[in-house]
């Protein structure tokens, strides 16, 4: 929706560094997200992947390193003025609102869009209710919407946390696994939405998912991370043929050797 | 100053140091395994007093060895006394919310508060003192008490032994493994039951310990609880929950503070104690050596249905009772007219206090403070300003407000039982305020006679009824508003929260001030209704009586605070004329709330309804 240079990406990362005390969990880790595109971050557990989220979206700020949205640099900014600036982001657990019907969970994160979070005098119920069942109705939640979150299945938390990451009309989308836990079938609808919804909408996504087919198949670059840094980056077929990337993958290492197998 | 008189004031500071220490990391090294915040933990600290009151009189210790005796010996008691409850209490709290584990505590607080002058009689006790243990000595022209450097010493040997305990045993490991995680230690087979009682204990002895202690120093007595918990709370806030490092580091600050600040400020000392907490909250909101909260964690009542729109049977019955009430000064003498007023004003705070607590999933032990601050606000107002009743009852929920805007600022930092542990310190900081600033306040003997010649019961009994009605519509309102909705997206989820844009302490805050503003008016209608003002309105008493109104009632709609205040406060009334061991019965009711009806009458009736709808 809002036109993009073609020269600057969406979102940049350079040389990103995250520590746990200790611990480099992300350690100069580069990367750009284009609008309409999508990218992929893979690598074993612990790689810091999640930890790269946290750091983009605000939830874990940086030590080092700078994430530029549209060439303005977002990093160590709270995470609601980085929503606020266009980026919406799913969780790997879960973070929904048990006590709050699915619409509800929609709702309030469109009243907080549209600044109207501090209105004691209105009435949440009917506020932006439309726009939510629409929301709904995309991820195909209809049915449920008047369902407390509480006692939803996993998967449809999962479908649930895209539609709330789609409130505030997204520039850039942030997916911590969104699938997991999901059926196969589902997965792969779930994530063709968000191919057809960024490619419509010019939404840039940055995603980590545990299933290789999606990845290979829908990401438009893919990221290699291996114990929080950057190991290739390149296109499907580049990464494929990427020997180290083989090397991880197919075990050679023993402590990887399992970390890649598909969820049951 | 001299230099001498100055280093007196410095050993006197450490003196103090070292029984905020021992106080404090009893209370740190329990939280950090147990995750509970022991409320009876200054109960406790004064039963150490007055156990080494009775032993050091019993055995007539007159030379300093029988004496410390005395004092260890009254320190194992009171380690064995936490045993005990933790044994029959505790062991059942530690999976439970934690507004349940600091009521429970707090309630064991009322009952050694009770018990202890069932025993011991009412009096101020003075311990014998041992002739060796008594004197001074000189220091650059200053008279040092010697007992104080004993202290100092005492509190240096406890630091150095558990020092050694944690970081060369066996038990020392599995205590730092449990601060970290305690169920990975329970998976590794270490009995986790054990570990608590053994945790518990020592925590409990240190307490004790330093209660006996401190018989050298004053009398044992019985508000020495309160206070004794109020500092260990200013300490562990300062130092961070669970650090022995910081327990010590702040100890020692706030012990030197009020040493030379009695001496440079006195009227001072204890904003000065509020201005450093402020200071390292703003900068640090874990507390100097404390570790952050992780913002994950879920909210307790997470099984609570969703919000729906008021009920028609319920709509009914508030125009029925409002109706009722309308009619009610036909029927009702003037006494029983000012049983409703009074009634009506505990709905009110109830009210007040449900909103935090409820939809802000917020646990606050200073609730109180703004109730105070309310009756206060219009007492001050017709005693100095000379105001009208209709002005000074404006006034009182603009300063409640005031009040809310600076405390909620600092508060709202934390979350969880730092936030239970701070506003009930700002509180107390306020109560005290009030008690000692004699001139203004009256201290203890209150400001009275307020009533306005020209106020009719009949006219303040129709205002206070338009006002309660007014305040429950608001209060039962907002969670149904765009605010209370973002309200609950803090409390259940703050990670949420922040991901969709909501600022979690600007929302936190928002709902504080409005919450307090209505404390406010129902502490200024009750300045009225009494025709007087006490430091009681302050009281923690009052924060834990409004807390348990909203349990009894319920927490998860605006009914549950209107009957529980209804009913507790009649229940007070009824109890009072057969007895004034208002304290025990309170403490079983609470912990029969926390064991055997967690969600309050309201609650109970409506999960039974929806149990049988969805049949």
């Known amino acids: 929706m809002t036109p993009q240079h073609p020269t600057a990406p969406l979102l940049q990362v350079r040389d990103l560094l995250v520590r746990y005390g200790e611990t480099l969990a992300v350690n100069g880790v580069s990367l750009d997200v284009e609008a309409g595109k999508l990218i992929a971050i893979i690598g074993p557990n612990g790689a810091g992947k999640s930890t790269c989220f946290n750091a983009i979206s605000g939830q874990r700020p940086p030590n080092a390193g700078e994430v530029l949205l549209d060439g303005k640099s977002i990093s160590g900014l709270l995470p609601e003025t980085i929503f606020s600036l266009g980026v919406g982001r799913t969780f790997q657990v879960t973070a929904t609102v048990p006590t709050m019907t699915v619409r509800e969970n929609v709702q309030v994160a469109l009243i907080s869009y549209h600044r109207r979070t501090f209105s004691p005098w209105v009435s949440a119920r009917r506020l932006y209710r439309e726009e939510a069942d629409r929301l709904l109705e995309l991820i195909g939640m209809t049915g449920q919407r008047d369902r407390a979150c509480g ?16 409130a505030n009309a997204p520039r850039l989308l942030l997916m911590d696994e969104p699938t997991a836990g999901m059926a196969p079938a589902e997965r792969n ?24 087919d999606i990845v290979f198949s829908l ?16 296109t499907p077929d580049v990464i494929r043929a990427d020997p180290r990337v083989q090397e991880i993958y197919l075990g050679r290492d023993d402590h990887t050797g399992s970390a890649e197998k598909q969820p049951s | 100053m001299s230099l001498g008189l100055f280093l007196a004031q410095a050993l006197t500071g450490l003196a103090s140091a070292a029984t905020l220490f021992l106080v404090s990391v009893g209370l740190s090294l329990v939280f950090g395994i147990t995750r509970v915040v022991n409320f009876a933990h200054g109960a406790f600290f004064m039963v150490g007093a007055y156990v080494g009151y009775t032993l050091t009189n019993y055995f007539a210790a007159s030379d300093a060895l029988s004496y410390w005796l005395c004092v260890v010996a009254a320190a194992v008691i ?8 933790e044994l029959l209490l505790m062991r059942r709290m530690y999976k439970v919310p934690e507004l349940f584990q600091l009521l429970a505590t707090f309630a064991v607080s009322l009952l050694i508060d009770d018990i202890l002058p069932i025993i011991f009689g009412p009096e101020d006790l003075l311990a014998p003192r041992v002739r060796s243990l008594r004197g001074g000595i000189d220091l650059f022209g200053a008279r040092m008490p010697v007992y104080d450097l004993y202290m100092i010493a005492a509190a240096a040997i406890v ?9 060369r045993t066996r038990w020392g490991v599995l205590i730092r493994a449990a601060t970290q995680d305690r169920d990975m230690v329970g998976a590794l087979g270490v009995n986790q039951a054990w570990l608590f009682t053994g945790v518990f204990t020592l925590g409990v002895f240190l307490a004790g310990l330093a209660g006996a202690l401190q018989l050298g120093r004053t009398s044992a007595n019985l508000g020495m609880g309160t206070s004794a918990i109020t500092e260990a709370f200013v300490v562990v806030v300062i130092g961070g929950m669970g650090s022995v490092t910081g327990a010590l580091v702040a100890a020692i600050l706030i012990g030197e503070l009020s040493a030379l600040g009695v001496a440079y400020f006195p009227q001072l000392n204890l904003v000065l104690m509020f201005l450093i907490m402020a200071a390292v909250l703003a900068v640090r909101p874990s507390g100097l050596f404390g570790k952050p909260e992780a913002l994950t964690r879920q909210h307790e009542f997470s099984d609570e249905p969703p919000l729906r729109a008021i009920s028609r049977p319920l709509a009914f019955a508030a125009i029925a009772l409002l109706a009722l009430l309308t009619i009610a000064p036909a029927v009702l003498g003037t006494y029983g007219l000012s049983v409703v007023v009074d009634v009506m004003i505990a709905i009110v705070f109830a009210g007040s206090l449900y909103l935090i607590l409820g939809p802000g999933g917020l646990v606050t032990f200073g609730h109180a403070c703004y109730f105070g601050v309310g009756a206060y606000a219009v007492a001050l107002g017709i005693r100095y300003a000379g105001l009208s009743f209709a002005s000074a009852l404006v006034l009182a929920p603009l300063a409640a407000s005031l009040f809310a805007l600076a405390f909620g600022w600092l508060s709202v930092r934390v979350s969880g039982v730092y936030f239970a542990m701070l506003t009930f310190a700002l509180a107390q900081i306020v109560w005290s305020v009030v008690f000692q600033w004699y001139d203004v306040t009256g201290g203890d003997n209150g400001l009275i006679g307020l009533w306005p010649t020209s106020l009719s019961p009949l006219v303040f009994y129709f205002v206070t009824l338009a006002l309660t009605a007014g305040s429950i519509a608001i209060l039962g309102w907002i969670p149904h508003s765009a605010l209370g909705y973002a309200l609950r997206v803090t409390r259940d989820s703050p990670a949420r929260a922040a991901a969709i844009g909501i600022d979690v302490r600007l ?4 709902a504080f001030v409005i919450a307090s503003l209505f404390a406010g008016l129902a502490g200024g209608l009750s300045a009225f209704a009494k025709g007087s003002v006490f430091p009681t309105a302050i009281s923690i008493g ?15 709609s605006i009914a549950g605070p209107v009957v529980g205040a209804a009913m507790f406060y009649l229940m007070q009334t009824e109890i009072l004329r057969y007895t004034d061991r208002w304290r025990l019965v309170l403490g079983v009711l609470i912990i029969l709330i926390v064991l055997v009806f967690p969600k309050g009458v309201v609650g109970s009736i409506s999960q039974r309804l929806r149990g049988e709808e969805s049949r």
Do not use: C, P, W
């Open chain 1, 151 to 166: 006692v939803l299945a996993y998967g449809d938390l999962k479908r649930l946390e895209l539609a709330i990451a789609l």
């Open chain 1, 189 to 212: 609808e779930l994530m063709a939405l968000v191919a057809r919804l960024a490619a419509d909408r010019g939404i840039g996504v940055l995603f980590t998912e545990h299933d290789i």
């Open chain 1, 219 to 234: 990401a438009h670059r893919i990221v290699v991370m291996n114990r929080g840094q950057l190991l290739a980056t390149g």
């Open chain 2, 78 to 85: 009171v380690g064995a006394i936490g045993m005990a409850v």
């Open chain 2, 159 to 167: 630091l150095l032994l558990l020092y050694i305990a944690i970081t």
């Open chain 2, 507 to 510: 929302v936190r805050l928002f």
């Open chain 2, 542 to 556: 009052r924060s834990i009586d409004g807390l348990v109104m909203v349990l009894m009632g319920g927490v998860e």
